[in-house]
Structures are given as C-alpha cells and as structure tokens.
C-alpha cells in the first residue's frame, strides 16, 4: 500500500501568516492516464466529517477560498494557506487515490493559532 | 442535491457485530463508490475499504480483511458496512463516502461504541 506521511504533525501559525503542510507518498502518484497527481487535501473541524479542498494535487473544489493552494508532484505535496483566518484551524489530511490502489491518508496536520 | 445519512450511534459488546448503513440521494447511486472510513477517538483517518454498487465488487483495508463486508441495495440506494468481531479498538465514528476519484461528498458519521 502507498504510504502518505505528513509534517509537522502539529503547527502554531499567527493570524494572517503562512501555513505550509507537507506530504510525501511512498511511490509516484502520478497517474498517467491524465498526466496529474492522485493527491486530495481534506479539512476536518471538530465534530464534523472531512471536507474536501484540493484534488489532482492543485485543484481547488468549488467554494474553498482561494487562500488554499495545493501543489507538487510526484511523491512530494504541499498544502498552503497564505493567510491563516481564525476559520481555518483544523486538522488537515493529505491522500492518495492513485489508480486502483488501496486508499490511503496522511496522520494529518493539526493547524493552531499562535 | 447529494446526500449521504447514516444510521444512528450503536453501542456493542465485544465480539458482536455491527452494521452500518449510508442512504445515498441527489444523484445515480450505482454510478460512483461508495467508501468506509472510520476515525478513532482523537485519532485520524483510516480507510476500510470501498463498494461498487454496481456490480457489488468490493475492495478492503489489508487491516480489515476477513472481518468487514461491504454491500448494498440499489433499490434503495443505500450502502451497508458490518464489521465482526469487535474489540474496544473499534470504537470510532464510521463515515461513508462518495467517490470521484477523491471524497467530494461524506455522511455526517456513526458513532460505535464497543464496550462490556
């Protein structure tokens, strides 16, 4: 199964700064027959199921603001919020749905305001 | 618009077996996956495993193989996920979710509870 490992596990961020996630896939999740990455990024709120805001690593789901960019390639993916709001704290999740392969998510990221 | 409800919170004893179920609406069932998801106390995201209502094919977690099925009926659109065996470790929200490659659309959650 592809492994999807994610950092830093937790990070404190001021209001209106830079966040920035990591995920890195144990294998190319570059898909082939599209030419795009197999990499979704979800925000889940206490109490509430996952939400999703990037998909084929760069492209925003409808209605996300467009402060959250997803990027890379590869096995290397990033998930930026250019200017934290207080509405953004959240565990994020990064994951792969490459192909048939066996799904897989990230530990996840938890986002704070310092 | 698409929905999923689930069934209502379960409380189980160990060893016992539960079933969930994801009533889907606001679109062709039988068109995309439905998949299981289930997320421990404080705990992240870990993935079960996947139906295709279609043609009933399933797909699992290596960590759920042998102890989780997967079904459906299309003639109420809704998915089922019943896993055996139970132990405290299976204490978690279980979400079902649609496939579009990626989850763009996810029930609200079932609550299991496994406890003596």
């Known amino acids: 199964d592809i492994v999807m490992t994610q950092s830093p596990d937790s990070l404190a961020v001021s209001l209106g700064e830079r966040a920035t996630i990591n995920c890195k896939s144990s294998q190319s999740v570059l898909y082939s027959s599209n030419n795009k990455n197999s990499v979704a990024w979800y925000q889940q709120k206490p109490g509430q199921p996952p939400k999703l805001l990037i998909y084929?690593?760069?492209t925003r789901e409808s209605g996300v603001p467009d402060r959250f960019t997803g990027s890379g390639s590869g096995t290397d993916f990033t998930l930026t919020i250019s200017s934290l709001q207080a509405e953004d704290v959240a565990v994020y999740y990064c994951q792969q749905f490459y192909g048939s392969s066996r799904r897989t998510f990230g530990q996840g990221t938890k986002v704070e305001i310092k | 618009q698409v929905q999923l409800v689930q069934s209502g919170a379960e409380v189980k004893k160990p060893g016992a077996s539960v079933k969930v179920s994801c009533k889907a609406s606001g679109y062709t069932f039988t068109d995309y996956h439905i998949h299981w998801v289930r997320q421990a106390p404080g705990q992240g995201l870990e993935w079960m495993g996947w139906i295709n209502p279609s043609s009933g094919g399933t797909k699992f977690a290596q960590n759920f193989q042998g102890r989780v099925t997967m079904t459906s009926d299309t003639s109420i659109t809704t998915a089922y996920m019943e896993l055996n065996s139970l132990t405290s470790d299976d204490t978690a929200i279980y979400y079902c979710a649609r496939e579009n490659w990626y989850f763009n659309f996810w029930g609200r959650g079932t609550l299991v509870t496994v406890s003596s």
């Open positions: 084929w690593a760069s």
